[in-house]
């Protein structure tokens, strides 16, 4: 599925000049440059970061962690009798 568009109307001219200068520093397109602007304002690359580290176990981590649960999920028999 393509991504969604979006039409910017009412750009000051100073405004589009700074964006265009921008991209010419970067040597990105237009697009991406505003692209990337707005992302960080935003906040999504941060977010990303942040869930990546909750979600980013190494296999060591992951391990360590399923064999706590295990320890805690022994039933003692002599409890339910």
């Known amino acids: 599925m393509p991504a969604p568009q979006i039409t910017l109307r009412g750009v000051e001219a100073d405004l589009s000049e700074r964006l265009r200068a921008i991209s010419r520093e970067r040597g990105e397109s237009l697009n991406g440059t505003v692209l990337r602007l707005l992302r960080d304002a935003v906040g999504v690359d ?10 980013g176990w190494t296999a060591d981590e ?16 002599r409890s339910w009798e």
């Open 46 to 55: 941060a977010r990303r970061k942040r869930l990546g580290r909750y979600a």
């Open 62 to 77: 992951a391990a360590a962690f399923n064999a706590a649960l295990r320890a805690q999920r022994v039933v003692d028999r």
